[in-house]
């Protein structure tokens, strides 16, 4: 029988998200990859168990996690039946509805028919009464916003969801969201874009509209998906996502990136962290990012990106650096 550790609250931060009520743990875990139908049971609960004895309180999950699509719900619904019954009081459970999940016009995008038929099937999936966010995965261009987020706005008066959040909308689309879940009396609780030292986008307009809006920002891959540690400094080891070849790809392992990765790799060896930990601290550097939401696939990459949080701190040169690194302009890439 798991029983939580004590400690679990000791060390790990908590960020409040935006100017709502919830904070979240700087540190979060999803599970894209590594908690499907085809990966290893066991493994997927020890680093759901160990993330939780870490402090880490939030859970992110979609309808279409696996392979296959629904597998992660199922996985973790049974991992959450068996360990984590008694702390689900503790526990921040998101899914998500935006991105393609059964066949036909209704399983995919952004209608009111979708949105909530999927997350009654993520309910089911998980044996949850309610999520705690549910989110519209990615803007449809063809449904009017206001259906989207009337969705939301049901979700959440149903008693379905208790908070409602957006992932990958842009600037614009994001502060016409805003207003509309206002308007309807459902604020956005947080918004879930792609950043890491690799893609910068939301520094683009997306994190001011969030902090002027008051609304939180959970970033994920904040690794690049693995390509921020040193899992590939040594080539494509077999059990790595880029192995896979499939979102991550051996192509995505190039020489031109691989040479910026062992730059940053030093300056986080200077830092006294791992690449992983330097990655995890470098997006949680902005106030307005509420929580970095990494995925893991060993226990210990639980342990690693957690250990981020002992050195959260930069020096301006420091931040200069690594963007001379990024940029390419470093002296020691010119030498190359
Ligand atoms: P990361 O950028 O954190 O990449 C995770 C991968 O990096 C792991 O699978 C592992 O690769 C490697 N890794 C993690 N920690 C370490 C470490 N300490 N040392 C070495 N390697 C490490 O994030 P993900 O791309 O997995 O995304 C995280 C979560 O974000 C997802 O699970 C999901 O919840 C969410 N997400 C949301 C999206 C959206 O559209 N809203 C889209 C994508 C993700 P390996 O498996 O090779 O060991």
């Given at each position: 029988m798991y029983v939580a550790d004590s400690k679990r609250y000791d060390s790990m931060q908590y960020r409040r998200s935006g100017r709502s009520g919830i904070h979240l743990p700087a540190i979060s875990l999803g599970l894209w990859h590594n908690f499907g139908g085809v990966d290893n049971f066991e493994n997927a609960r020890a680093m759901l168990r160990r993330a939780f004895d870490l402090g880490i309180t939030h859970f992110d999950l979609a309808n279409n996690y696996g392979p296959p699509y629904g597998s992660a719900e199922e996985n973790f619904g049974q991992i959450f039946r068996k360990d984590f019954l008694p702390y689900r009081d503790e526990l921040i459970i998101s899914t998500k509805a935006g991105w393609d999940m059964w066949p036909g016009p209704y399983g995919d995008l952004g209608s009111r028919k979708y949105m909530l038929a999927s997350l009654d099937q993520s309910l089911k999936r998980m044996g949850l009464e309610y999520v705690d966010i549910f989110y519209h995965h990615r803007p449809d261009p063809d449904t009017p916003m206001e259906e989207s987020m009337g969705a939301l706005d049901t979700a959440v008066r149903s008693g379905r969801a208790l908070y409602a959040g957006i992932s990958a909308y842009d600037a614009k689309q994001t502060a016409e969201a805003v207003k509309i879940l206002r308007a309807l009396g459902?604020?956005?609780?947080?918004h879930q874009p792609k950043y890491s030292m690799f893609v910068r986008d939301p520094e683009q307009g997306l994190l001011d509209v969030l902090g002027n809006e008051g609304v939180g920002c959970i970033v994920f891959?904040?690794?690049a998906q693995g390509l921020l540690s040193d899992r590939y400094l040594k080539g494509i080891s077999e059990d790595s996502r880029a192995a896979r070849n499939f979102f991550l790809k051996k192509k995505d392992i190039a020489d031109g990136t691989m040479a910026k990765v062992q730059a940053l790799n030093v300056i986080a060896r200077e830092r006294g962290q791992t690449l992983a930990e330097?990655?995890?601290?470098?997006?949680?550097?902005d106030p307005r990012v509420t929580s970095a939401l990494v995925g893991t696939s060993k226990v210990?990459?639980?342990d690693d990106n957690v250990a981020a949080l002992k050195n959260l701190k930069f020096s301006v040169k420091e931040l200069k650096k690594i963007d001379d690194v990024l940029a390419g302009t470093h002296p020691s890439q010119r030498a190359r």
């Open positions: 459902t604020p956005g609780l947080i891959s904040p690794l330097m990655a995890v601290a470098w997006v949680l550097r210990s990459q639980v």
